[in-house]
């Protein structure tokens, strides 16, 4: 049984970068991502990773973040420069483990001030 852990987050001003880190536990994961939701908002999409290493990005991102592979198996981060207070939001990391499971982090609260 898949299991996903986070790391990182907090408080930054306007500008700032933070860089957020996700582990998952158990095989045949084939995806692994970063969704946020802000106050009143939907969950939306910030960066995905699937095996064979392709990536993708919310349209928002505009090039501040890079979504990675950590040195660990199944180990993802998500680098987060040039932030904005439109960026506060919990952050959650997803993994999918095949055919479709979906495992969803406990989320990780970004705030950005300026």
């Known amino acids: 049984q898949v299991q996903v852990v986070e790391s990182g987050g907090g408080s930054v001003e306007t500008g700032g970068s933070l860089r957020l880190s996700c582990a998952a536990s158990g095989t045949n994961v084939n995806l692994m991502g970063w969704y946020r939701q802000g106050p009143g908002q939907q969950r939306e999409l910030v960066a995905s990773?699937?095996?064979?290493?392709?990536?993708s990005y919310g349209d928002f991102v505009k090039g501040r973040f890079t979504i990675a592979r950590g040195n660990a198996k199944n180990s993802v981060y998500l680098q987060m420069n040039s932030l904005t207070a439109e960026d506060t939001a919990v952050y959650y990391c997803k993994a999918v483990q095949f055919p479709n499971r979906v495992v969803w982090g406990q989320g990780t609260q970004v705030t950005v001030s300026s």
């Open positions: 990773i699937m095996i064979g290493d392709s990536t």
